[in-house]
């Protein structure tokens, strides 16, 4: 048993590896959210191993809060408590260097900061959430150098559980929450490759692809929330793509079907060459007109996208799905062994959804991003 602030990460982090989401810092001064290096939780974990079956328990305080409400409120104080429960049964199956694993996890968001407004449209206080995680994951080498890998992952519970039976149109009814997560990958190592009328060998190249995909929230669906909710995942589709379209619905996290085909190859010691393009579709439109305006947190014939890292009140979107493409390069250089340093650039070309327009507004430009870094370790 572990009992204090630790790191929990199962798989590749589809579901559970960083307490920020990796899209979105919980420093609210940190700008660049997405760089957050913060990855350990407030949590008790009880490991019981019969090998070859590993069975991990956890409980994780996400947030400890009491709040003293007006005068007005029929409740003087309330909870906003935020719970993660989660049991992950690892099975290693030996041949094929194999392995299969299950997973439950529960997250409860008691939320109730203001009573008084429970179910009231625009109302982002008090909504309160009980999601259900399940899922599968599996890997295998079944040839040398040959890595496959696959999961798959369904939400269930309460997507709004403090919603209003009122008639009035200002007030929502409770939403139950049913979307469906996957992901499949490969990658395939080389030996080294020598380029014989240079004489320069190239040192184990790997060639990559996978495919992933979030269930998209329907424009105008008033009934059970189809959209994935990114539990605290820590994955990265592009460095660009991550830190602009996080949030619920937005098409990174969610609502998105992202190829990804790249490679790495080491040119000359401690120098890692990396190269990765993505491609990015909406599972739903977010628009059922062209040119039309795609509103944060407004009800109506569109969907609500609650992007984390775009300031805009609002976007033009077109009927189309293809909502852009971006390229990634990196380079890694181990100086020493205490000492690395990292470049990486990136480029997004937004698609189609995005180049709506409205008179002399319009939207759907290019974004670069370039990042240095430097690590020390002491």
């Known amino acids: 048993v572990t ?22 810092s919980a420093k609210a001064t940190l700008t660049a959210s997405d760089l957050s290096l913060r990855k350990s939780f407030d949590a008790v974990k009880a490991v019981i191993d019969y090998d070859p079956l590993v069975i991990d328990v956890i409980y994780v305080k996400l947030a400890d809060t009491a709040t003293t409400l007006a005068a007005a409120s029929p409740e003087a104080v309330t909870n906003n408590d935020e719970n993660l429960y989660g049991i992950n049964a690892a099975y290693d199956i030996g041949n094929y260097d194999s392995e299969i694993e299950a997973y439950w996890f529960f997250k409860r968001d008691d ?16 909504p309160g959430q009980e999601i259900h995680t399940y899922g599968l994951r599996g890997s295998l080498v079944p040839i040398e150098s040959l890595n496959l890998l696959g999961e798959i992952a369904w939400q269930r519970g309460d997507f709004d559980k403090y919603g209003s039976t009122a ?7 409770a939403r139950d929450q049913d979307s469906m997560a996957y992901q499949v990958g490969a990658d395939y190592t080389f030996g080294d490759v020598t380029i014989p009328w240079v004489d320069v ?15 998209g929230e329907e424009a105008g669906n008033l009934g059970d929330n189809q959209a994935w909710i990114p539990l605290f995942e820590d994955q990265t589709h592009g460095v660009i793509a991550n830190y602009i379209l996080g949030g619920i619905n937005g098409g990174q996290n969610n609502n998105a079907d992202i190829l990804n085909l790249g490679f790495s190859i080491v040119p000359l010691e401690d120098l890692i060459f990396s190269f990765d393009f993505y491609n990015f579709w909406l599972d739903e439109k977010l628009v059922t007109e062209d040119a039309a305006t795609v509103a944060t947190n407004v009800a109506g014939d569109v969907t609500i996208l609650n992007w984390t890292n775009l300031t805009e009140a609002s976007y033009f979107g077109m009927q189309s799905d293809e909502l852009g493409y971006e390229i990634d390069l990196a380079l ?4 020493t062994e205490d000492v690395k340093m990292g470049f990486t650039a990136g ?32």
Do not use: M
């Open 332 to 335: 890694n250089y181990d100086y």
């Open 201 to 215: 060998t190239i040192g184990t190249p790997i060639i990559r692809a996978g495919f992933t995909h979030y269930d």
């Open 111 to 126: 939320n109730e900061l203001d009573p008084t407004r429970r179910g009231q449209l625009g109302d982002s206080t008090s």
């Open 167 to 173: 008639t009035d149109t200002t007030f929502r009814t």
């Open 3 to 24: 009992v204090g602030r630790q790191e929990l990460r199962y798989g590749n982090a589809f579901i559970l590896g960083d307490p920020d989401t990796n899209a979105a």
């Open 347 to 378: 480029y997004f070309s937004p698609g189609d959804a995005f180049n709506g327009a409205s008179g002399n507004t319009s939207n759907g430009e290019r974004a670069l991003e370039v990042l240095a870094t430097l690590d020390v370790a002491f």
